[in-house]
Structure formats: structure tokens, C-alpha cells
């Protein structure tokens, strides 16, 4: 029997129009500030394990580091931490991928959990030129104060698209890797994102150096945007008058944090057994 749906490229192609098209409407509504925050450090630990059927079960481990008015450790400048647990299925179709993921986030008074599914698409452009990956993801985020203080936090859901172009080469006999990927954020329910329907793009260029078949080891640059939006202000004056800043409209508030990082990737394939007749008898003898 075939199948009612099959999910293909003018899919995904539709999903990208529109997402381009909400991010524009979003940003270009009214009038737009961009504010730059100081240059945030990350890295990211995975240990992947893949099944016997091709299914594989993952685990990523994230660190933050960036100027910020609270740590979760102080020595680290570390604002910011995660632990991630999931399962990916393929389909019959190789290309085609279905998973889900929890994960956990420390924060300073804070434990956020993420609970997430996605669905994958990756394929090929030209005669094996590039790799182009596609995922769609849910994610409901649910935060959890962990000390009495001020301030409150909703749980809320949204949407995500993630597009990444990929490609695998060699220099001077060492084995390389260059991925160009975006990724944009919708919100479903988000209260504090007000009148934005896109709450957080990023834009990011990886390079791994491929020790191995079970190691990766990588560099990353990313462009991390937050939007938010910013009600009119009125001028500022000092004690004696002078003015010290400008009244500004209601806007659209960007802001736009610099991110490097590091990334190391361990994979363990799990051993496909023979089913071929007299195999087990003839690894007795040896």
C-alpha cells in the first residue's frame, strides 16, 4: 500500500517561504533597534549511539559562558547549562528521520525543561555537491523557579525550522567539514514576547575536523538574535536638566549576541549481527 503522504522538498520548501515571510512581516512592522551584547562561549558535548536498525539514541551536554549579572558557577563565568537526552528513528526511506528529545536547563534560579519532536528531511543538491538537512521541531518549555525570588515565567511552545547546508572535504590528507546552517524560532504563546511572532533566529558556520569515524572535533561561529518588543520612552534628564538621552517611539527591539564555540562529537555504531546460515558455527571454530 503506498503511502496517503509522503513528505518532500516543495514540503519543506513551503515551510521556508512562510517562515521568511512572518520573520520579515515581524521585523519591518514598525521601526527597529539593534542592540549588540557582549560576546557569549559555548560548547557542546554529544555522544551519539546508533542501533542495529539505524535508529540511534543521543545525549549533548551545552556550557555558556558570557557577561552576565549571575552564574551558576562564578569561576566559569557560566550562565548558562544544559543536558539532553534523545531517540531518532529513520524510515525505510533513509532520508527521512522522526525524534524526540527532553532537556534540561540551569540557569541562575532557574531549571527549564524542553520537551521537543521534530521531523528531518536530509538531502542532496546537485550531483552530491552539497548536503541540504531539513528539520521541523515542537518544543513546549516549561520553567521551574529553584529559589525564592522575584519575577515569574510562563511555560509556552513554539516552532522551529533548521536548514543546513553541509559539505565534507580533505586538506593536505586531513578529513574536514564546513556547515552553513539558520535556524528561526516562532512562538506559540510566549507572553513576554509581546506582539513578535519570531522570538529568536540563529545563524551559524561550523567546521569539523573529522578524527576518525567515531570522533569530530569543531569550531563555531553563530549570530544569536532575541526580539523583543520595546515600549516608547520618554527623554532623560540629569539633576540640573540636561538632557541625558532621547524619548524613543514604541519599536522592535534585536538583540544581537556574538557566539563561539567549541563542539565534540564521540559516535558508537552498534554491530549489525549476521543472520546468514552456519555464521555462529563458524565463529565457534575459530
Known sequence: MKPIWTPSF???????????????????????????????????????????????LF??????????????????????????????????????????????????????????????????????????????????????????????????????????????????????RGEFSYEIFVHQNDKSAEDRLVDLTRLRFDLYWIASERIRVGLFAMRDTQYYYAPATGPRFDAEGNLIAEGKPERNLNIITPVYGFSFKYSIKQKEECNCPGEKRRKKRR
Not at 21 to 46: G, H, M, P, V
Not at 66 to 84: G, K, T
Not at 110 to 131: A, S, T
Request: a positive charge; glycine letters at 6%; aromatic letters at 18%.
Open 10 to 56: 516543495v514540503f519543506f520548501k513551503g515551510i521556508i517561504i512562510f517562515c521568511f515571510l512572518t520573520n520579515s512581516f515581524s521585523i519591518n512592522a514598525q521601526e527597529t533597534e539593534k542592540r549588540y551584547s557582549d560576546n557569549s562561549y559555548w560548547t557542546f558535548w554529544n555522544v551519539d549511539y546508533e542501533l542495529s536498525n539505524h535508529d540511534s
Open 59 to 176: 545525549f549533548e551536554i551545552n556550557t555558556r559562558s558570557s557577561a552576565f549579572e549571575s552564574y551558576i558557577v562564578d569561576d566559569l563565568s557560566m550562565n548558562r547549562a544544559h543536558m539532553m537526552l534523545g531517540y531518532a528513528h529513520k524510515f525505510k526511506n533513509p532520508k527521512l528521520m522522526i525524534g524526540a528529545s527532553v532537556r534540561s536547563v540551569f540557569e541562575p534560579n532557574w531549571n527549564v525543561w524542553y520537551w521537543r519532536g521534530f521531523f528531518q528531511h536530509n538531502g542532496i543538491v546537485g550531483d552530491n555537491l552539497v548536503e541540504f538537512q531539513k528539520r521541523l521541531s515542537y518544543e513546549y518549555i516549561s520553567p521551574n523557579k529553584t529559589v525564592d525570588s522575584p519575577g515569574t515565567r510562563d511555560p509556552y511552545g513554539r516552532f522551529s525550522l533548521w536548514l543546513m547546508l553541509g559539505k565534507n572535504f580533505t586538506i593536505s590528507k586531513a578529513k574536514l
